[in-house]
């Protein structure tokens, strides 16, 4: 591991001169592993001056070979695969297995990216008028930038930056403070894998060097993942300074469980996506909805999940890692004391957690509460930690005004036998990702991220043909050539003649 991290500035890796540093630990242990720097505001700003010089060479780069570089990219990445889950795994505390499934689902993005040049296709119209034709180009921006969390240190980076810059763009990543080893080794492998000197450039800090980047007037379009407090700050910021935002933000997804649902499949679907990475997943699913005669199978959950627990990385009976932080471990705790206070009935309490071996690390087992009800705050909050709600209701109209009236709309799914339920489910509840039988429907990349409500503030969601409309302009062309004199003389009108 490296002792410092360093920035990438116009093709260059340099330490920076800062004098601000923060230590990235690992979760199992506090040991600190390396020390990122808060980049000063002439380091930010000789970012953003490399990728604005940039721009000017990389946008006249023919698609064709934007889309190569992306090849070569995906192939690197995957060639490098578990050596990248390693880094993650070592700074984040997931599991090796999970920490693989983040660089895996960031490689897709990147497969994605390589078909840029269908994604970038306009339209046409031929005579829009008489010997009039109109079509559209969809062109690159200038000069991107991305802030991204600590949760999905590969994945996160990797939503952003190969698709703005297969479209032409530039970039800035600023990733997370906590585990930015991870996004170092991904631009080390993007620049081997030929990315032009400035294209890419990363930044290291928090908010001064977020502030630095929404108010660069050079900066055009932000993309950013976290949390709602940031997001919000974020978005009226960089709206503010009139540039184009997209801000996906937290959640508290909910699954709905029938009584017709195959029980095996709702009690080991739960424990994967209510526990899986601590809970520091913003798919999670943190509320569980039992429908009816359902309510009869809280205590198999109870059993399914009392036989999982967390540890670490490189430990193969590990079912999960550390919280990221201390701070992090220690509010989930402050949730779990709360919800106890409120009335709900803590049936599994993973509040005294210990891992043999790791006794400093930031654990947390399995937690599960009952009869809990909207007004509580272990409802109100995303906790991000291995805490699952169960709330109980009498009928899919009952689950889905639950769902409909929380300001979330991140993600949540369904688990039932019956085609009915699901489709009117799909079809009536106000959140932008859906599952029916699949308990964390993260879409693949050609798709887009699509969280509703309190969950992103925007209107262009992550990758997918809608990432692509995010880093692009359209440019409309109107033409006609003259092989004849046009009657009548001057057009005085707005119609086309
Ligand atoms: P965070 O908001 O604390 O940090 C995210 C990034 O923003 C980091 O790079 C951080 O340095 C920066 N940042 C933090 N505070 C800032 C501020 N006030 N101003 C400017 N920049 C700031 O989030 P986190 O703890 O790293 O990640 C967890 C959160 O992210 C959860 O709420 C989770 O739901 C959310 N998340 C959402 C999605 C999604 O797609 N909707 C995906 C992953 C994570």
């Not at 242990?29 to 604005?52: G, K, L």
């Not at 309510?295 to 009392?306: E, P």
């Not at 005294?352 to 400093?360: F, N, R, S």
């Amino acid at each position: 591991m490296r002792k410092t991290v360093p920035l990438y500035i116009n093709g260059e890796w340099v330490e920076s001169e800062s004098t601000r540093f923060i230590p990235v630990t690992d979760p199992a242990t506090q040991e600190v592993i390396s020390q990122v720097p808060c980049a000063t505001a002439d380091e930010v700003e000789r970012a953003v001056a490399a990728a604005a010089a940039a721009f000017t060479e990389w946008k006249e780069v023919a698609v064709p070979e934007r889309a190569r570089l992306m090849l070569r990219y995906q192939h690197l990445l995957k060639a490098h695969h578990d050596e990248l889950a390693e880094i993650l795994s070592r700074e984040t505390g997931k599991t090796f297995e999970d920490a693989k499934g983040d660089v895996w689902r960031g490689i897709e993005v990147v497969e994605h990216a390589c078909n840029i040049a269908s994604l970038l296709m306009g339209e046409t119209v031929e005579n829009v008028a008489r010997t009039i034709d109109c079509y559209s180009y969809t062109q690159p921006l200038g000069v991107c930038a991305g802030i991204t969390p600590f949760n999905f240190p590969a994945m996160i980076p990797l939503w952003m930056f190969p698709l703005a810059i297969a479209c032409g763009n530039t970039f800035v990543l600023k990733p997370s403070e906590q585990d930015p080893l991870t996004p170092t080794r991904l631009a080390e492998l993007f620049e081997e894998a030929g990315a032009p000197k400035g294209v890419l450039q990363v930044v290291h800090g928090n908010r001064e060097q977020v502030d630095n980047l929404l108010t660069h007037p050079q900066v055009k379009a932000i993309s950013f993942v976290g949390s709602v407090a940031a997001g919000e700050h974020i978005y009226r910021t960089g709206t503010h300074h009139l540039k184009r935002v997209q801000c996906m933000v937290g959640a508290k997804n909910h699954m709905v469980v029938m009584p017709d649902a195959n029980k095996q499949q709702v009690i080991n679907n739960l424990v994967g996506a209510g526990f899986g990475a601590a809970g520091q997943r913003c798919m999670a699913i943190s509320v569980v909805v039992m429908v009816g005669e359902a309510q009869a199978w809280i205590d198999d959950l109870k059993q399914a999940a009392q036989t999982i627990r967390p540890g670490a990385w490189d430990d193969p009976q590990a079912a999960y890692g550390p919280q990221i932080n201390p701070q992090a471990r220690d509010r989930i705790l402050s949730f779990i004391e709360k919800g106890k206070q409120e009335g709900a009935n803590c049936v599994l309490d993973g509040s005294h957690c210990a891992v043999e071996g790791y006794p400093d690390g930031n654990w947390v087992g399995p937690t599960l509460f009952t009869d809990v009800t909207p007004a509580m705050e272990i409802y109100r909050n995303e906790i991000f930690g291995p805490v699952l709600c169960v709330v109980n209701v009498d009928s899919l109209d009952e689950a889905l005004a639950l769902i409909n009236d929380n300001p979330m709309g991140n993600g949540t799914s369904l688990f039932t036998a019956c085609g009915a339920a699901a489709r009117k489910f799909q079809h009536e509840v106000l959140v932008g990702q859906v599952g029916i039988n699949v308990p964390v429907p993260v879409p693949l990349p050609f798709f887009s991220f699509t969280g509703w409500r309190g969950s992103f503030f925007g209107d262009q969601h992550a990758y997918g043909k809608q990432a692509v409309r995010f880093y692009t302009e359209t440019k409309t062309v109107t033409a006609r050539w003259f092989d004849e004199d046009i009657p009548g003389g001057p057009n005085m009108t707005i119609n086309l003649r």
